[in-house]
């Protein structure tokens, strides 16, 4: 069974740093690309970040460039994103999304629906 599990989320003030983590069970990340994704109350659910299978390619929205980072331990089956310089706008749950295929993650840019596993999310609350 494939499971992805987030953590790391909480209350944190505007420029402040969280970093949130998605540990994966069942499959493994040289043969899996990760996303990340958020959905804030009354809004779509958006990409934010990205990383392929084997951590070739990483790729940001314009929104977090700059200030989140994303990375990978395999060792660990865990995704990391660290969050710097947090924006109330920030405020959302943060998915994790994972899939075989490529395509979800480039250099141009994230996929944004349709990857096959998904946690259930961590929610992040930035206070002014």
């Known amino acids: 069974e494939v499971q992805l599990v987030e953590s790391g989320g909480g209350l944190v003030q505007a420029g402040g740093s969280l970093r949130l983590s998605c540990t994966v069970s069942?499959?493994?990340?040289?043969?899996?690309?990760v996303a990340w994704f958020r959905q804030a109350p009354g809004q779509d659910q958006e990409g934010v970040a990205c990383?392929?299978?084997?951590?070739?390619?990483?790729y940001y929205k314009k929104f977090v460039k700059g200030r989140f980072t994303i990375s990978s331990d395999n060792a660990k089956n865990t995704v990391y994103l660290q969050m710097n310089n947090l924006k109330p706008e920030d405020t959302a749950v943060y998915y994790c999304?994972?899939?075989?295929?490529?395509?979800?993650?480039?250099?141009?840019?994230?996929?944004?629906?349709?990857?096959?596993?998904w946690g259930k999310g961590t929610l992040v609350n930035v206070s002014s």
């Open positions: 999304a994972a899939d075989p295929a490529e395509y979800f993650c480039s250099r141009y840019g994230i996929i944004e629906y349709g990857m096959d596993y």
């Open positions: 069942g499959i493994t990340l040289d043969q899996n690309g």
């Open positions: 990383v392929s299978r084997g951590s070739a390619t990483t």
